[in-house]
Nanobody, 115 residues
Framework: QVQLVESGGGLVQPGGSLRLSCAAS????????MSWYRQAPEKERELVAT????????NIADSVKGRFTISRDNTKKMVYLQMNSLKPDDTAVYYCYTRVLADYWGQGTQVTVSS
């Protein structure tokens, strides 16, 4: 079955960096675009970044543009979110997402930006 497992979250000071990873299994990874979403407390889940099947194109939300980068490694079935210049407003649970006939989400990884 489709599985998405995130890792790499944690507590970081404002201005710091984190790299999130998502390990995918159970589907033909290179057939699918992959995305990262986030959900802050009492807010709706929002799309952060998407990468196309072979990484040739990415879309980044305006709120994180210039600070976050999405990438993927099809040989390892991994997708990454490099987050730089983190701000307290980036505090959220970050989810890996793909659609394989249905929507699939990982369990999420908490990112907390605080001094």
């Amino acid at each position: 079955q489709v599985q998405l497992v995130e890792s790499g979250g944690g507590l970081v000071q404002p201005g710091g960096s984190l790299r999130l990873s998502c390990a995918a299994s159970g589907f033909r990874f290179s057939n699918n675009a992959m995305s990262w979403y986030r959900q802050a407390p009492e807010k709706e889940r929002e799309l952060v970044a998407t990468v196309t099947r072979f990484g040739e194109s990415t879309n980044i939300a305006d709120s994180v543009k210039g600070r976050f980068t999405i990438s993927r490694d099809n040989t390892k079935k991994m997708v990454y979110l490099q987050m730089n210049s983190l701000k307290p407003d980036d505090t959220a649970v970050y989810y890996c997402y793909t659609r394989v006939l249905a929507d699939y989400w990982g369990q999420g990884t908490q990112v907390t930006v605080s001094s």
